[in-house]
């Protein structure tokens, strides 16, 4: 939590920084939901609506959690990551693995859906596409002033 610290008292509420996080974690919540919802719905599971909330809320839990020591360690690449959107694939294409064990334990204990395989490979597939439309929107949204 170390870096989050860093970040908020980092400076003004306005800062560049502080926007691009904030944007980064609402759009990851936002998106993971509607795909998880998606990839549920398109496999025809049955989860109830307090397991799918748990579940989803467990998943934002261990990914904010995550985001601590991947940040820590895209921060010490120093010259190899040269652009911001760079250093945001980055961590989008970190977090990926660790990010899909963490859903697959969901799935089995929280979501107990019956084909498992299917659900994470479903998932595992949507994570970069996740990543690239965050930067084109990140990248539309700067160019239009909008960040």
């Known amino acids: 939590m170390g870096f989050f610290i860093e970040l908020f008292l980092s400076g003004n509420g306005n800062s560049d920084d502080m926007k691009t996080f904030g944007l980064m974690l609402i759009y990851y919540a936002v998106v993971t939901m509607l795909l998880l919802h998606l990839i549920l719905k398109r496999n ?10 748990s579940g989803t809320l467990l998943l934002y839990i261990m990914a904010i959690i995550l985001l601590d020591p991947v940040l820590t360690m895209i921060s010490g690449l120093g010259k ?64 239009f002033h909008f960040i």
């Open 80 to 143: 190899v990551v040269q652009s911001p959107g760079a250093g945001l694939l980055a961590i989008f294409l970190v977090m990926l693995p660790i990010v899909v064990f963490f859903f697959f334990l969901i799935n089995v204990f929280v979501y107990r859906t019956r084909d498992k395989w299917k659900v994470i490979c479903l998932f595992m597939a949507a994570q970069p596409l996740v990543a690239f439309l965050f930067l084109i929107l990140l990248t539309i949204g700067s160019y």
């Open 44 to 53: 025809h599971e049955q989860v109830s609506m307090i397991r799918f909330i």
